[in-house]
C-alpha cells in the first residue's frame, strides 16, 4: 500500500502570492471558499503510515507540517515522522524548505549530483549539520529505496528519470544559449512503488513537454501527479503578473492543442492531478469554466491535504 499526501499544490509563490491584488488572490485572501488557498509545492508518500519520505521541500514546510497530522511529532522531546526528502530539480518551491528541517534531526536528503551541487555551493544549508542530515546521490535509470538516516529502508522505491525541464531560475546562464545551460538531470520525474510491488504511481511536478518516451513511460498508469504550472503559455503575459511565457519557464501548459490535457488524453492513464499549480492559473478557482473543461477531461486539480491511497 502506498499513502500519498499533497502537501503543498501550488507552483512557486504559493496561491495567493504574497504580491498577488489579482481577483483570484483578492477572493482567496477573503476566505471565498471556491478560491482555496494552496501552498508551495510539495508532496508526502508513505509505505506504513507512520514514516514519510517528502517529495520537494517547499518554503512553506513549516505551516504545511503543522496543517497535516501525518507530519506531525508523535513520539519524545524531539521527533519528526518525516525520515528522507527527494528532491526533483533545484527551485526555490522545492529546496528552500530543507531549512526548515535543521534542529539537529536525522535525515536524509536524496539528489541528482546536479541538485546536490546546488545545495554543496550554497553555505547556507550546513545548518542541516552533516552529522544528523545525509547527502545521498540519485542516479537516473536506477530503482532505489530511500532510506532514513539510520539506513533502514522506508518501503518505497523510486526511480528517476530526467524530463524536459530548465535549470533552475538562479542558475539560469544566458550565454548558455536557448536552453540557459540545462542538462538532463536539471528536472527529474520519479515512479514510485510499494517495496511489494502492490501499488505505483508517477510524479512529475514539473516538465517542459511530452516527448513520445515520456509518454510512453505513463501510458496505462494508474496514478499520476503532473506540472499544472499554468492553463494557457501567455497567460502570465496577458493577466500582466509577469513577462514569462509557461514556455520560456519550462513548463507545458494544460490547455489547447498543444497543451497537457491534448497529450495525455490518449494515455489511458486511471488517475491524472495536477500539482505545481501556478496563482494565475484559473483551474485554482473552483467555479471557473477552465476548472470544469479539466474535469471534464478526466483531471483532478490538487489541494492541499488531499490524500490518495493506492
Ligand atoms: C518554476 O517552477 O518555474 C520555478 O519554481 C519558478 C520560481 O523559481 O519561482
Ligand atoms: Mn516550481
Redesign the pocket.
Known amino acids: 500500500m502506498l499513502r500519498i499526501l499533497v502537501v503543498g499544490a501550488a507552483?512557486?509563490?504559493g496561491f495567493p502570492q504574497w504580491n498577488s491584488n489579482s481577483e483570484a488572490s483578492r477572493r482567496s485572501r477573503a476566505g471565498d471558499p471556491a478560491a482555496r488557498p494552496a501552498g508551495q509545492?510539495s508532496l508526502a508518500v508513505s509505505a506504513d503510515g507512520e514514516r514519510w519520505i517528502l517529495l520537494n521541500a517547499s518554503p512553506d514546510l513549516r505551516q504545511q507540517i503543522n496543517d497535516n497530522h501525518q507530519l506531525h511529532p508523535k513520539e519524545g522531546v524531539r521527533h519528526s515522522p518525516i525520515k528522507a526528502v527527494v528532491l526533483t530539480?533545484g527551485?526555490?518551491?522545492?529546496v528552500a524548505g530543507l531549512l526548515t528541517l535543521r534542529e539537529s534531526s536525522p535525515l536524509a536528503v536524496y539528489s541528482t549530483s546536479r541538485v546536490r551541487s546546488i545545495l554543496d555551493e550554497n553555505t547556507i544549508f550546513n545548518v542541516l549539520n552533516p552529522q544528523f542530515v545525509d547527502r545521498r546521490l540519485i542516479t537516473l535509470g536506477e530503482v532505489f529505496e530511500p532510506a532514513a538516516k539510520d539506513g533502514e529502508g522506508l518501503g518505497v522505491t523510486m526511480e528517476a528519470f530526467a524530463v524536459p525541464g530548465?535549470v533552475?531560475?538562479?542558475k539560469e546562464d544566458g550565454l548558455a544559449g536557448d536552453n540557459f545551460g540545462t542538462v538532463g538531470e536539471d528536472t527529474i520525474g520519479l515512479k514510485l512503488a510499494a517495496r511489494d510491488g502492490s501499488a505505483h504511481f508517477f510524479y512529475v511536478p514539473?516538465c517542459a513537454a511530452l516527448p513520445p518516451d515520456l509518454g510512453g513511460r505513463l501510458e496505462g498508469a494508474p496514478l499520476v501527479l503532473f506540472d499544472g504550472?499554468l492553463w494557457r503559455d501567455d497567460e502570465m503575459v496577458v493577466q500582466k503578473a509577469g513577462v514569462k511565457t509557461g514556455h520560456r519557464?519550462?513548463?507545458l501548459s494544460m490547455a489547447g492543442p498543444d497543451g497537457t490535457i491534448a497529450a495525455f488524453a490518449p494515455l489511458g492513464i486511471r488517475r491524472k492531478v495536477f500539482v505545481?499549480i501556478n496563482n494565475t492559473n484559473p483551474v485554482l478557482l473552483a467555479d471557473s469554466p477552465e476548472r470544469g473543461e479539466a474535469e471534464a477531461a478526466g483531471w483532478e486539480i490538487g489541494y492541499d491535504g488531499m490524500e490518495i491511497v493506492l
Do not use: E, F, P
Open positions: 507552483a512557486g509563490g509545492s530539480n527551485d526555490v518551491d522545492h530548465k533552475a531560475l538562479y514539473g504550472t519557464m519550462g513548463h505545481h
